[in-house]
């Protein structure tokens, strides 16, 4: 086969990967189980076909699709859900974690017959949940919000906590006289960094997007993954965590008056889903099945502690005192899928050549594939027995999509209109807007209204407006200002006795008064 054979070759399958990918999206929700059960099952299908062991390709394609899943995951996180939630999601992040390490980890030093460090080392890598597996499987489901909340924060900030973990536990097994202190000193030094570095490029990469004016709208998506990927790799230049700070980053750029908020958010989705095809295609070319079958016992054994015994017991402690049912508990017990950063986190120890690395691996493969088997296939029906789940929600087409005008230095903003507006209940014509300010569209009820100045809006509608961009905050001002308090004089309550004390106003139409 010449080289231009192979290639094209290459290409072809390539196209069939995307392609397959994209098609089992559609039955991994149907069957209920996560995508990247399908996904890695396709790449441990091709290795009959292609011969493939570079872990340490495999491992820098994880850490971009990574980077990418978090930040698409939080764009969408919006702080007045997570802030309520804040607290039990940084304890199941860090205590539940840690607590996980520690039971799964005791149960792998003898389940593999590893050292201690080793066994506390798998625990680590299994630690850490998946959001876009639990969320994947839930679909449409209405889950309470206080719910999906905690998992949604959870899961964006434990995967710093397993790297560190994952991380420090390998450099002790390289260095056993390394300081327990100082290794504690340095967690809270990446997570303090982390923190910091996210909140300072999240809001450099707001003014920048809003001051910058491109002439193509398409660039504007590229330059915000720019910044995300700044986040990761500036963060861990000076050895903070750069996956906390990509999370932080997006939840700043998402919370914000970010301009073509909605193209970015369209193209990380569609990114995303492309760097998870492509990461666990290829994680699962590092898979040999012939290996399989002498793990099946532990892995089984390794899975079944982690989903009955590890998760309940760190999600229990840690939330002790904390405004969650024993039902709510238990559903966030079994919501935490094990997903890309558990195999991403299994090519550490193979990079760094331990000994049982290839065993960590290939188990830690079979345990995520089975939790995600398993709990995926039954966390919605387990959801509707706990009563935590009511019917599947429509999903709401997309009806309308707009772009920036580039070129004409002009922008539509869309607006969701809701009761305490003052533009809620009033007709356009009475809104007194200027002149380069006109609306464009109206979504009432998934259909298209045209707008026209008799056209009242109403709370629930979608508004579009075609403005000037350097006029944004105006627009902004205009369309969300609140509506004024209407004070009815019977709402008007006066003290006992000031109410005695009043004299009315005399009409001066009133008779004289007579003296008695």
Not at 79 to 95: E, G, H, N, R, Y
Not at 137 to 154: D, Q, W
Not at 388 to 404: D, F, M, V
Not at 459 to 477: E, F, H, I, N, W
Request: aromatic share 8%; net charge neutral.
């Amino acid at each position: 086969m010449d080289s231009t054979t192979l290639v094209n070759s290459l290409v072809l399958l390539m196209a069939g990967l995307l392609l397959v990918g994209v098609l089992t999206t559609k039955f991994s929700s149907r069957f209920g189980m996560p995508a990247l059960v399908l996904f890695i099952i396709v790449g441990m299908l091709i290795t009959r076909f292609v011969y493939f062991n570079n872990v340490l390709i495999t491992q820098i394609v994880g850490i971009l699709a990574l980077i990418v899943i978090l930040f698409e995951g939080g764009m969408q996180t919006k702080f007045d859900d997570i802030k309520p939630v804040i607290k039990p999601a940084l304890s199941l992040a860090t205590v539940g974690v840690l607590l996980t390490t520690f039971i799964v980890g005791v149960c792998a030093k003898y389940i593999l017959g590893v050292s201690w460090v080793e066994g506390f080392l798998f625990g680590a890598i299994v630690g850490s949940t998946d959001a876009a597996a639990v969320f994947s499987v839930l679909g449409g489901k209405n889950i309470k919000k206080r719910l999906t909340s905690t998992l949604e924060a959870e899961s964006g900030s434990n995967d710093p906590m397993a790297v560190f973990l994952t991380v420090s536990l390998i450099e002790y097994y390289q260095h056993p006289e390394a300081e327990i202190f100082q290794m504690i000193l340095s967690f809270f030094w990446e997570m303090g960094i982390g923190l910091v570095m996210g909140l300072l490029i999240g809001r450099l990469a707001v003014y920048v997007i809003n001051k910058i004016n491109f002439d193509s709208s398409g660039l504007y998506p590229v330059m915000a993954l720019g910044f995300a990927i700044l986040a990761y790799s500036a963060t861990s230049v000076i050895h903070g965590s750069g996956l906390l700070a990509v999370y932080v980053t997006a939840i700043v750029m998402g919370n914000s008056d970010l301009a073509y908020g909605r193209s970015i958010m369209h193209f990380n989705q569609g990114f995303g889903w492309m760097m998870q095809i492509v990461m666990f295609v290829l994680l699962g070319l590092l898979v040999f099945p012939s290996e399989l079958p002498g793990i099946v016992g532990e892995g089984l054994l390794l899975s079944l502690i982690l989903m009955l015994i590890a998760r309940p017991v760190g999600v229990f402690l840690s939330t002790l005192g904390m405004k969650y049912s024993f039902r709510e508990k238990l559903l966030i017990s079994w919501a935490g899928l094990r997903g890309a950063v558990p195999i991403v986190l299994a090519t550490y120890p193979m990079l760094a050549e331990m000994e049982h690395g290839r065993l960590f691996f290939n188990v830690v493969f079979f345990v995520v594939l089975t939790s995600a088997i398993i709990q995926g296939a039954t966390i919605s029906p387990f959801a509707g027995k706990l009563g935590l789940a009511g019917e599947i929600k429509p999903s709401n087409p997309s009806l309308l999509e707009l772009t920036a005008l580039g070129k004409a230095k002009s922008e539509i903003n869309h607006v969701d209109v809701n009761e305490t507006m003052a533009i809620a209940g009033k007709e356009i014509s009475e809104l007194d807007l200027p002149e380069d300010i006109l609306f464009t569209a109206i979504i009432r009820h998934e259909q298209i209204i045209a707008p026209r100045g008799n056209t009242r809006i109403e709370s629930g509608d979608t508004v579009y407006v075609l403005s000037p961009k350097a006029k944004r905050k105006q627009v902004k001002a205009i369309l969300t200002s609140p509506a004024l308090p209407v004070v009815h004089l019977n709402e008007v309550k006066q003290k006992p006795e000031e109410a005695t004390n009043i004299i009315p106003p005399k009409d001066p139409d009133d008779p004289p008064e007579q003296e008695t």
